[in-house]
């Protein structure tokens, strides 16, 4: 799951028409950002709880641009925080980010 930087730029990669981008933002983190394809706005991420993710940044070591889980047409969101060993996964509901579950992040991802 997740997707290129070309991919990205194709139109909508997540729930049907949202894009989501991702960059590296230095050693050990990425940087992302959720844009609505029809109106422009863009929502932030959710914050991981307990974690020190700030809006934009997820700490990942090492930085993976690919390591975000999610899918064209659907609106769950996975983010790993390699701090816990964790994915903690959302739904986008209205606009909003609702916690779902944590679940241990699976060895790839480590």
Not at 77 to 89: H, N
Request: with cysteine; glycine share 12%.
């Amino acid at each position: 799951m997740g997707s290129s930087a070309y991919e990205e730029r194709r139109g909508p990669n997540f729930g049907g028409h949202y894009v989501l981008v991702q960059w590296g933002c230095g050693s050990s983190c990425m940087e992302a950002a959720l844009i609505d394809a029809n109106t422009g706005s863009v929502l932030r991420l959710p914050q991981i709880p307990g974690g020190e993710q700030h809006g934009f940044d997820i700490p990942i070591e090492p930085p993976d641009l690919s390591a975000l889980r999610f899918r064209t047409n659907s609106r769950l969101l996975g983010v790993p925080f390699i701090g816990d060993s964790f994915t903690y996964y959302y739904v986008l509901e209205h606009g909003r980010w609702r916690f779902l579950s944590k679940l241990p992040t699976p060895d790839e991802q480590q």
